[in-house]
């Protein structure tokens, strides 16, 4: 049960903080250097003109949440030695930052998606 309780607190924390930095950036028009979003527009060649980038940063956002928070509530209910648990950490995070952005980048493509030979 301080499992959960302790994932939730950890996701809204970090969720706020991303949010607050992102509405931040977004504000000054610095979203171009927000380094999720320009791989995102690349890799799943998103429309720029059609994007809504406030929407697209809280996906942003409740991905990193999630990743982070998932991953330290994971390493802490482990019984191991300090580098094991960082080992295990790193590829934990890895994972989950190919497999959510991959997702989210497919649901961005059908949703904001450049049509071909347009």
Do not use: P
């Not at 924390?13 to 949010?19: G, H, Q």
């Not at 409740?62 to 295990?88: C, E, H, P, Q, R």
Request: with cysteine.
């Amino acid at each position: 049960m301080f499992e959960i309780l302790f994932f939730m607190i950890l996701f809204i924390v970090i969720y706020f903080v991303y949010n607050f930095i992102f509405e931040s950036m977004l504000k000054k028009e610095k979203y171009t250097k927000i380094s999720e979003l320009g791989l995102l527009v690349r890799k799943f060649s998103l429309d720029k003109k059609k994007m809504n980038y406030k929407q697209c940063l809280n996906g942003v956002a409740l991905i990193n949440s999630f990743i982070i928070s998932f991953t330290i509530v994971l390493i802490d209910a482990l019984k191991i030695s300090i580098l094991f648990k960082l080992g295990i950490a790193f590829i934990i995070m890895v994972i989950l930052i190919l497999t959510l952005y991959y997702l989210y980048g497919i649901y961005l493509k059908k949703k904001w998606g450049k049509k071909d030979g347009i």
